[in-house]
């Protein structure tokens, strides 16, 4: 079973948002980019040694430090990051799980400040949702 370790409010679609050009990627293409980061992810975790682990939110905490490592300026970002919004260390992997998948969606093998940042933006906006609940 997929674990889904990523959960944000959308809101209606309004008559304007009908009336905009239509997204420059369609559903096929964003599936085969998903296809592709899941078979980016399952290759990694089997050269790791963990056939068993399919995708970046089954991997464990001790793997996802090194499979999961940012650039300087993502390492900042997430460094600020974490101090600010008082990340707990489940938080901080969650965030750097994400951002790891982020970055195999754009097909990306290092971790870039923008990916840690819309991980980061994420979790912010779930918190804010939490908080209104």
């Known amino acids: 079973m997929d674990r889904i370790d990523l959960r944000i409010e959308v809101p209606a679609v309004t008559a304007a948002d009908l009336i905009l050009p239509p997204p420059a990627e369609g559903s096929a293409e964003v ?38 490592q940012p650039d300087a300026q993502g390492q900042k970002l997430l ?3 974490a101090e600010t919004m ?3 260390a489940r938080g901080y992997h969650r965030v750097l799980r994400v951002a790891r998948t982020l970055a195999d969606l754009d097909g990306t093998e290092k971790i870039g400040r923008l990916h840690l940042a819309e991980a980061l933006s994420y979790r912010a906006l779930a918190d804010d949702i939490r908080r209104a609940a």
């Open 31 to 68: 599936a085969a980019r998903v296809a592709a980061a899941r078979d980016v992810q399952l290759a990694r975790y089997a050269a790791a040694g963990m056939p068993n682990v399919r995708t970046n939110a089954e991997a464990p905490a001790s793997l996802l430090e090194t499979i999961a």
């Open 79 to 81: 460094r600020d990051a």
């Open 86 to 88: 008082r990340l707990t």
